[in-house]
Each structure stands twice: as structure tokens, then as C-alpha cells.
């Protein structure tokens, strides 16, 4: 079992950054390939971006590479989203995911473990 713990939402101006947290519960963080994934009001929750168990290889949504970083510290069982550029339009609810794999998923439906997700609001 993974309990995962998201912070750092908030409110912030359109063109503005934040930066997402997401603490992990097991030590063998390491182990597991980390996915940050948001949903909008009556949205699906779709992918953002993940991350490969030592952080070798991310991915990111198309429409978000340049603008969101992820990255991983396994030292501190802890995965990260940097958003800058913030636009209206990233306004949702963020969550991060766990899935103990070599690959790097980007669907919802492969990943086992969810936190209970974190809001971010752009205003304009």
C-alpha cells in the first residue's frame, strides 16, 4: 500500500508559478514510476506528466511540455510538479499517482495508488 499526500495548490495569477508536491508513504519509493494527472469541473481527469523510478525518462501532456517540469527525489520519497506560465485554462484539481513499474504510464487506469489531489485556480 502507497498513501500519497499532494501540496502546494493554491491560488495564483494567470502567468505565475507554483510548484506541486507529492509525499510518499513507502520506502521503496523508488520502485515506483510517478504520474501527476489533473481534472478539471466536469472534466475527465487526464495526464499531465510522469516519471520513471530513478527519473531518467518524463513525459509530459502535448499541450504542457515547456511550461510544467516533473522531477523526483528519492531520498525524500517525494515526487514534483513546477507549473509556470500559468494559464486559466490549468485551473483543476491535481493529483499524483504511484504505479510500481519500469514503464512509464500515462493513462489513469494504470496506475494503483492516488492521492487525494491538491486544487490549483489561475485566475485572468
Known amino acids: 500500500q502507497v498513501q500519497l499526500v499532494e501540496s502546494g495548490g493554491g491560488l495564483v495569477q494567470a502567468g505565475g508559478s507554483l510548484r506541486l508536491s507529492c509525499a510518499a508513504s513507502?520506502?521503496?519509493?523508488?520502485?515506483?514510476?510517478m504520474g501527476w494527472f489533473r481534472q478539471a469541473p466536469g472534466k475527465e481527469r487526464e495526464f499531465v506528466a510522469a516519471?520513471?523510478?530513478?527519473?531518467?525518462?518524463?513525459k509530459y501532456a502535448d499541450s504542457l511540455k515547456g511550461r510544467f517540469t516533473i522531477s523526483r527525489d528519492n531520498a525524500k520519497n517525494s515526487v514534483y510538479l513546477q507549473m509556470n506560465s500559468l494559464k486559466p485554462e490549468d485551473t483543476a484539481v491535481y493529483y499524483c499517482?504511484?504505479?510500481?513499474?519500469?514503464?512509464?504510464?500515462?493513462?489513469?487506469?494504470?496506475?494503483?495508488?492516488w492521492g487525494q489531489g491538491t486544487q490549483v485556480t489561475v485566475s485572468s
Open positions: 499517482a504511484a504505479k510500481e513499474t519500469i514503464v512509464v504510464p500515462t493513462t489513469t487506469n494504470f496506475y494503483d495508488y
Open positions: 513507502r520506502r521503496t519509493f523508488g520502485a515506483y514510476a
Open positions: 516519471i520513471s523510478r530513478i527519473g531518467t525518462t518524463t
